[in-house]
């Protein structure tokens, strides 16, 4: 669990502001606020973030998947702690709670990909009760923002 002075909280509409409090330097760029409501009205879509004293220094968000052959699966998107507050547990607490949530929501797969060479991110998603590395895999992507794509 995350050091004791750690709290972390779902985000809610009654909890956003909370995030809006000091999370831009979470985050790769600044809250898009139509992002944000559509995010917040979609209950597939999780987040929960860790405060101290007051502020957000860390968050883990996911989405749950639906297929029509499957049960629903939970993709953790990202995970981000500020550096001074790494090495704390907080990154693993954040990734257990998701977790959790998404069993609690009927889940019964999570899962999520990161580069090999993210040493801190691999050794954090390692120390999570019940993680296995499925291995190497290759990733395609699709900037859809580039007009010559």
Known sequence: MA???IRLVELTPQTVAALARGADGLFDNPVRPDSLEAFLDDPNHLLWFAVAAGLPVGFASASILLHPDTAPQLFINEVEVLESFRRKGIGRALVARL???AGARGCDYAWLGTATD?????????SVPGAQ???PFVLYEWDLSQPDR
């Open 3 to 5: 050091a004791p002075d």
């Open 99 to 101: 977790i959790e949530a």
């Open 118 to 126: 993210n040493a801190s991110g691999n050794a954090c998603f390692a």
């Open 133 to 135: 590395n499925a291995g």
